[in-house]
């Protein structure tokens, strides 16, 4: 009932700069949270940014700074704007939606099919 639909992924130098959006489409009644997640190869998936309907934000430690999540509900899209990029940022990012999809408040998690970046000289 729900899609994820990602871009903006590609092959960077360091210190260059990335914008991802991911685009929800669907019966969608309300997001209640979007977020953004990476997997480099042989390592554990892990949070990135994250915002609420509220608009609250939460960042990893190591992007902070660097990195800004953003929303367009009217589109029902999350952006995550990438700057100073460094090869440790390389790896698939995935889209990550809680979204009510009935009129009584039936709610599930859905997952982009990812994005690769990839931050090399």
């Known amino acids: 009932q729900v899609q994820l639909v990602e871009s903006g992924g590609g092959l960077v130098q360091p210190g260059g700069s990335l914008r991802l959006s991911c685009a929800a489409s669907g019966s969608i009644r309300r997001i209640n949270y979007m977020g953004w997640y990476r997997q480099a190869p042989g390592k554990q998936r892990e949070l990135v940014a994250a915002i609420t309907s509220g608009g609250t934000t939460n960042y990893a430690d190591s992007v902070k700074g660097r990195f800004t999540i953003s929303r367009d509900n009217a589109k029902n899209t999350v952006y995550l704007q990438m700057n100073s990029l460094k090869p440790e940022d390389t790896a698939v990012y995935y889209c990550?939606?809680?979204?009510?999809?009935?009129?009584?408040?039936?709610?599930?998690?859905?997952w982009g099919q990812g994005t690769q970046v990839t931050v090399s000289s």
């Open positions: 990550n939606a809680d979204v009510t999809y009935t009129a009584w408040g039936t709610h599930g998690n859905y």
